[in-house]
């Protein structure tokens, strides 16, 4: 049975369920910073979800990809699953900027987060799901 | 047409052309680090390649996190794509321990690179093009 991380749980808001994953917002102002946990128990890798999951997740990554790219148009994006921290797998998605507080730097441990208010938080959550490609996924 | 971007290639060793992606080591012995680069121009992120191509970099990047998982058995890889610094897309693919220099920080900027003999580089290429799921794909 899955169950969300008590770390991820503490430090993010929920935002959806995708077909496959979780969605969240990372609780972090500094950068537009979404997740994707699959909802799968016991799985630390990618490459240990069956095909068909993985290929979910990918359609998964690609609508939280292209929602990052046009509402927030950064550098680049940071896509990324770690689990030095939290074994259970999750995947980061970061908008970076050049102006951005870490930049060149990850972001994973360089600074403090400053949390949200819940108001500006449920203002990040209302933008992602409005966007075609993550309505296109609930 | 696409041209291995100048950093990447003066960082790493060349393993193999998989079918998608050039397959590299990272020039610096402190970490299992593999990379792969889609040999597609003017590409930054995985959700701007086609649906086809981004299943085969999927299939590569499974074969080569089985073998790290295989032959390093670490306690966690970090598969990511950033492009701080080198914007052409490439994935990162590093085999990460609770006793290795950064850990449990990301190893991008964390530490300057220790480079490999060649005979050194050499054997992890050899170890690593062994492997059959990688053997599959050549």
Redesign the interface.
């Known amino acids: 049975m899955f169950n969300l991380d008590e770390r991820l749980q503490n430090d993010t808001y929920f935002v959806a369920n995708l077909p496959i994953s979780q969605l969240l917002l990372m609780n972090d102002k500094q950068y537009p910073w979404f997740i994707l946990v699959p909802r799968i128990a016991d799985i ?4 240990q979800l069956s095909a068909s999951k ?2 979910g997740v ?1 359609a998964e ?2 609508a939280l ?2 929602a990052l ?1 046009d509402l927030y148009v950064p ?11 939290v ?1 259970q797998l999750h995947i980061h998605h970061i908008a ?1 900027f050049e102006h951005d507080k870490a ?4 972001i ?2 360089h600074s403090p987060s400053v949390a949200y208010s819940d108001t500006e938080a449920q203002l990040l959550i209302n933008q992602i799901l409005a966007h075609a490609k993550i309505k296109e996924l609930l």
Chains 1, 2 share one sequence.
């Open positions: 630390s890798e990618t490459c993985q290929v990918l990554s690609n990809s292209q790219l550098t680049t994006l940071n896509v990324a699953a770690l689990g030095n921290v074994r970076r930049w060149p730097m990850p994973w441990g």
